[in-house]
Structures are given as C-alpha cells and as structure tokens.
C-alpha cells in the first residue's frame, strides 16, 4: 500500500481545520459545532503527525466512545493509509487490552471475566437485600439500580460516599430505596461480582487507573504505548475516563481533545462538559485552541434552526454558534397532527413521495426521544411498503467494549427490502441517541411535544437542558431537509392535550 503525502491530506481542509491538523505537539483543544468536520480534522491531523515523521504510529492512541465511532475512525484512518500501528478504540477496549496484557506481571491468578449479564448481579444483590427472589424483581428497579450503580461508578463515588453524595445534591436513590439502603445493595453487588470472579465494564476502567497509581513499572510501559493520546467525544467524558486518561498521560502532555459542548447529551450517566470547557487551565498552556463553527452538513436553513434552539437557552454562552458551510436550502418544516397514528402515517406518506422523485430509503431517517415512539412510525412504513430498519441505543456503556459479540445499537428490520432493491436501502428509524454521529439527507423529528421533548417535564433546569442538547443533536444529523412534528392526542379516544414542545416556541 502506497502512502498519501502529507500536503495532500491537509488539502480538503479549511484553515481553522488545517491549523488544527498541524498543531502536533502538546495540548490541543478543538471545540467543533455539529458537522465541523471534527472526525475529518482529528483522522487527518493522525495521518498528517504520522506521514510528516513527527509521530511514531506505533505509539498513538485515538480513543471515542462507542464502538460505532471507534470504526469509523479506523476507517477514515485506513483510507488515508495511515500505517497499521496506529490505535482507535473505546476507553474500554483499550484499558481491557492493557490490563490483559500485564496481568501475568502483577497477579499470579488468570484475568477475570467480564460479566455478560450485569442484570443477574443487581438482582441477586437486590436478593439478598430484600429476600425477593431474583426471577421476580421487577425488570424496572433492577434497571434503574443498575443503571445507578454505573452512576456511581462512573462518577467515582463508593457506597460508602453514596449517602453523604445524596444529601450534599438532593439526589433520590432508585426503586423508593433510602440512600443507606441502595449503598448496602451496591455493596451486595460488588460482593455478588467478586464472588462469581467477574468485574463490570466500569471495572476495567477503574483496574487500570488502579494498576496505573500502583505499579510503577507497568505504568511506564503502558504511558511508553501512548505517545500521542487524542480523545473524541471530549464533551461525554466522565470522572472515571478523565482520571484513566490523567493516568496514561503520566507527564505527557501530546494529548488532543475534541468535542462540543452543545451535544453532551449522557449528563444522565455521568458525562460531562465540565472537563472540556476547563481543558484550557487543565493542561496551560495549549499549544492550539481552536473553534471550528462552520456546518458543512446541513443547508442553511437548518443551520438557523439549530442555532435558534440553542440561543433559546440560558446557557447559551456555552455554546458556540454555527455558521453554515453550504448554501441554502428547503425551509425547515413544521406541522402538527391529530394523533400519533396520523403523525406516523404522514411520515411514511411524506418519505414515499421522496423516494417516488428517486430519493433512496437509506438518505431518510425518523428521529425518536424514545424507543416507544418507533412503533408506529414502523407500522406506517410497513402498510406503504417502505422497508427500514430500527436502532435503539442500548446502554451507552456496555456498547464500549469493541471484540465482543455486542452491537452499538440494537438493530431490527423489517423485510420489504426487495420492494425497492437494495440499493436504496432502508429508512432509518431511530432514537436521537443512536443517532448521534450519523447524518442524513432527510430527516423527520417527531414528537416534539412538551413530555416527550423535552422527555417527562423534569423539575431540574440541568434535565431539562439536556433535552434541548438531545432537540439540538437531532435538528443537526439532516443535512438538506428537516421535517418537525408533534400530535396532539396519543390516540382519538384520549381527551389529554398535549402541548408544543418548548423549544420550539
Ligand atoms: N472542509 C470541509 N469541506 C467540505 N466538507 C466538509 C469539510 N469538513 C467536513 N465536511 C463534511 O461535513 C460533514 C460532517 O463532517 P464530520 O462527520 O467529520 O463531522 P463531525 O464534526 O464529526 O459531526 P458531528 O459532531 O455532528 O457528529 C461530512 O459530510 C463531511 O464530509
């Protein structure tokens, strides 16, 4: 294989992107609004650092989120022929690779599995809190006491800190526990893991951040690995990756973050944009900070409505604001139906008139808050003979492990695909949050009532701009139409009213 020459891969680049690309030594910031091309500048500045001699490939490390991004970026690597030795991966995947490697030199016994059923473990914990058996626990409080132990853990909060945590920021417990008695069901589960000789996926992060403080020599070999550490996604960063990523640096300070504040959208599970917007004072001084603000997806129109949605917010300050990279384009529309069923429906109306102009299913996508939402929509594509496919983010942290048998996203679909040829593909149904990352021609946000969008009028003002976050992720993965929806009834016999969502007022 040949290899590109390292003008020629700054050559698609604008010079906000192109100045990043070649800032290659020390601390770089890159905050980049959705669509900047924040892959294309990282994947580039990679190759540019290895082609140009100044990177020893062997010894970097890209590291993202999800499996989903982590390949992507391998293949943007590829196509620019950058040398094998180069690493991108998950946090996971990568920690889990170190530990395996240098666990025959810190521990005579073999590496622990890594649990397949979470779930099990949280019932049996709950079991032996509450003496119900774990067949019967119901399904919704071994969730959410799963779900709030990856909290914890993510956030480096013990069960012993966890009810001292709960009074200082008025934090309920899950399934009506007291804060006392989720520590004891934590603790359960830690002993029910222990026990079984399995650790958890925030495990193998907290293992080698652990191995890291603790065995010097190691450390050294591990931090000799990772000359160059650059982080995708910076903004969705929890305490737990940011001490993992303070441990591979060591004295290092070639790091590069990239990410945009605006599209934190897992504060629920422990990210934040804290680390971002603190990067600066974090690592002073950079050796580059840079702002790329220019949408080079999404046509101008949709670029205005994305920013109006931002500049709703109190918050606004934090976010920067996009400028539109393309021309204009068909106005953003908007449109309010009777009932779910006559919404979903009009979408599939909507997407046949599309592909009967010689559109393709695979440029259109119906964006949900939740899951429960796609049902309909499937049913409608279904009736008019459309074939698509449905994605739902299953947890975000149990997608991280690249190697295993687990998808990014659960994916189902249906089997009209031989109505259309393959060729054209299938429309997408799916959450905002499996969608994070992707774009599309065509893009249809539905439901964008008070309730669903934001998702259950929260008290929290933090909760709340989150869902604004999620609106903002949605509006900017269409990149020439955008279609905005709610119904005002569920279904006719529902005498409920539901109300515009207020970000769109
Ligand atoms: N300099 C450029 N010139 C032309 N097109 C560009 C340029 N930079 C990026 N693009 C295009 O803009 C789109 C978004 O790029 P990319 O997927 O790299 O964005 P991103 O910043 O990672 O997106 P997001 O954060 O919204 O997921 C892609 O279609 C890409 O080809």
């Known amino acids: 294989m040949g290899t590109t020459s390292p003008e020629r891969i700054l050559a698609t680049l604008d010079d906000a992107q192109r100045s990043a690309a070649l800032a290659v030594d020390g601390p770089v910031r890159i905050i980049a609004v959705a669509g900047a091309g924040k892959t294309r500048t990282i994947t580039r500045r990679i190759a540019y650092a290895c082609a140009s001699g100044v990177w020893d490939p062997t010894r970097v490390l890209a590291v993202t989120f999800s499996v989903k991004a982590a390949n992507e970026m391998r293949e943007r690597l590829d196509a620019l022929q950058v040398p094998r030795g180069v690493r991108a991966s998950t946090f996971h995947s990568a920690a889990l690779r170190q530990m395996r490697e240098v666990w025959p030199d810190i521990c005579e016994g073999p590496f622990p599995d890594v649990t397949e059923d979470k779930s099990a473990l949280v019932a049996q914990a709950l079991y032996r809190f509450n003496g119900i058996r774990p067949k019967e626990q119901p399904k919704q409080s071994v969730y959410e006491v799963g779900a709030e132990i990856d909290w914890c853990k993510v956030s480096l909060i013990t069960a012993k800190n966890y009810a001292r945590v709960c009074a200082a920021t008025h934090r309920t417990p899950p399934a009506g526990l007291e804060p006392g008695q989720f520590a004891t069901v934590y603790e359960q589960y830690e002993a029910e893991k222990n026990s079984r000789f399995e650790i958890d996926f925030n495990d193998i992060l907290l293992l080698a951040c652990h191995v890291l403080d603790a065995f010097p020599d190691v450390a050294k070999r591990i931090r000799r690995q990772i000359g160059w550490l650059t982080v995708d996604e910076y903004q969705d960063v929890s305490p737990l990756q940011h001490l993992l990523m303070t441990r591979w640096l060591g004295s290092n300070r070639n790091i590069c973050v990239v990410g945009d504040p605006a599209q934190t959208i897992y504060s629920f599970a422990g990210a934040t944009s804290y680390y971002l917007e603190h990067f600066g004072k974090e690592f002073a001084p950079l050796t580059a900070d840079i702002a790329l603000n220019r949408d080079y997806r999404s046509v101008s129109p949709i670029v205005g409505y994305a920013n109006r949605v931002l500049g709703g917010s109190a918050q606004r300050q934090d976010y920067i604001r996009l400028e539109s990279g393309r021309g204009t384009g068909s106005r953003v529309m908007s449109r309010i139906?009777?009932?779910?069923?006559?919404?979903?429906?009009?979408?599939?109306?909507?997407?046949?008139?599309?592909?009967?102009?010689?559109?393709?299913?695979?440029?259109?996508?119906?964006?949900?808050?939740?899951?429960?939402?796609?049902?309909?929509?499937?049913?409608?594509?279904?009736?008019?003979?459309?074939?698509?496919?449905?994605?739902?983010?299953?947890?975000?942290?149990?997608?991280?492990?690249?190697?295993?048998?687990?998808?990014?996203t659960a994916e189902t679909s249906n089997a009209g695909v031989e109505q259309l040829g393959v060729e054209k593909g299938r429309v997408t149904i799916s959450t905002i949050h499996a969608a994070k990352g992707l774009e599309y021609k065509h893009v249809f946000v539905i439901g964008l009532s008070e309730g669903l969008l934001p998702y259950k009028p929260q008290s929290d003002d933090g909760d709340v701009e989150e869902e604004r976050r999620v609106l903002y992720v949605a509006l900017t993965r269409a990149e020439d139409t955008l279609h905005l929806s709610f119904a005002k009834r569920s279904d006719s016999q529902t005498t409920y009213v539901r109300r515009l969502s207020r970000f769109l007022q």
Do not use: F, H
């Open 337 to 408: 139906y009777e009932t779910d069923a006559a919404e979903a429906q009009a979408v599939a109306r909507q997407i046949s008139r599309i592909l009967a102009q010689g559109g393709n299913a695979s440029d259109c996508a119906v964006l949900t808050r939740v899951g429960g939402q796609q049902t309909l929509v499937a049913q409608a594509l279904k009736q008019a003979n459309i074939p698509y496919r449905l994605r739902r983010n299953m947890n975000w942290q149990s997608s991280a492990l690249a190697g295993t048998a687990r998808q990014e």
